[in-house]
């Protein structure tokens, strides 16, 4: 049954509502949403999986327009049974491991690990650890592999041993600092900002001083970065952007009447933000 009627709302599922990362999203779309005069509906699932499929079937039901699903547990199965079914178009964002013909918005993962790789040699680190979440997903993990990569070019071994792997929070962040640590690392690639705050407070609680002992570097670029003490060096998103672009495309999809349009897809570019959280090696 192809819902007809339009109730002028753009439904936005995010992981995780309390990463800034996801306000600055939301805030790019609700721009968009704003000059057509749409709503944006957002809910956040926290990877629970029942939980996201009962928000999409109550969003379905209420004639939702589009979606944008930045939720990474979102699977095919879902999209086909729930989505597809109403014909309502939808667009993944980075992190969702979803394939198909979807419309997709991401960044380039890839060159953001080799530009953190780049900046860590430069300033002469040679013992690195990467901060990955527990189940990185496909995004995190070119971030993983361009760091990896960018290193090995450079002669500076990195293997499975360099890793220590964490609930992909802040909290998370804060709770496996020993393991951090038990690496003797010189420099710490946090797979996003979150993780690197959340560090930052177990290192504070030692008395170990950033960027002096350790050094860290996130991913991402929140708004808190300048506002933590040393300011975190970091790769930048265009988060709100993102959002933007988000929007943008599903509107087109929205206007493509006749179903001519092809899978959009935009990768947009990261660069280096190089603030107090890293120097030279001692
Ligand atoms: O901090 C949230 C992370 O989830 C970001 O790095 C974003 O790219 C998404 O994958």
């Known amino acids: ?22 306000s600055s999203f939301t ?25 996201e499929r009962y928000y999409l079937s109550r969003l379905v039901e209420r004639s939702v327009d589009g979606l944008i699903i930045a939720s ?17 178009p939808y667009l993944l964002f980075d992190q969702n491991q979803a ?17 953190a790789a780049e ?23 070119n971030r993983l592999a361009g760091f990896k990569n960018a290193l090995n070019t450079a002669g500076v071994a990195f293997d499975e041993t360099n890793i220590v792997k964490t609930e ?3 909290q998370g962040g804060y709770k496996n600092t020993v393991a951090v640590l ?19 407070r177990g290192l504070t609680e030692r008395n170990i001083v950033v960027p002096r002992q350790i050094s860290i570097i996130g991913f991402d670029d929140i708004d808190l970065d300048e506002y933590v003490t040393p300011a975190l060096t970091t790769i930048h998103q265009p988060i709100q952007q993102l959002g933007n672009e988000a929007a943008k495309l599903i509107f087109k999809r929205l206007s493509d009447k006749e179903g001519k349009l092809s899978q959009q897809l935009v990768k947009m570019p990261v660069n280096l933000i190089e603030r107090a959280s890293t120097a030279q090696v001692e």
């Not at 038990?182 to 930052?200: H, M, R, S, W």
């Open 1 to 22: 049954n192809l819902i007809l009627h339009s109730s002028k709302t753009i439904g936005v599922l995010v992981p995780n509502i309390g990463n800034p990362f996801f």
């Open 27 to 51: 805030r790019g779309i609700q721009e968009v949403c704003r000059e057509k005069e749409y709503m944006p509906l957002v809910f956040s699932a926290n990877h629970e999986v029942e939980l």
């Open 72 to 88: 990474s547990t979102i699977t095919n199965e879902t999209i086909d049974e729930i989505l597809k079914p109403n014909g309502i």
């Open 99 to 115: 394939h198909g013909q979807g419309d997709r918005v991401a960044v380039d993962d890839y060159q953001g690990g080799k530009l």
């Open 119 to 141: 900046h860590l040699l430069k300033l002469g680190h040679k013992k690195l650890v990467m901060y990955l979440p527990e189940q990185p997903t496909e995004n995190v993990l």
């Open 168 to 170: 992909f929070t802040k």
């Open 182 to 200: 038990a690496k003797q690392p010189t420099a710490v690639f946090c797979a996003n900002d979150e993780l690197a705050i959340g560090l930052y």
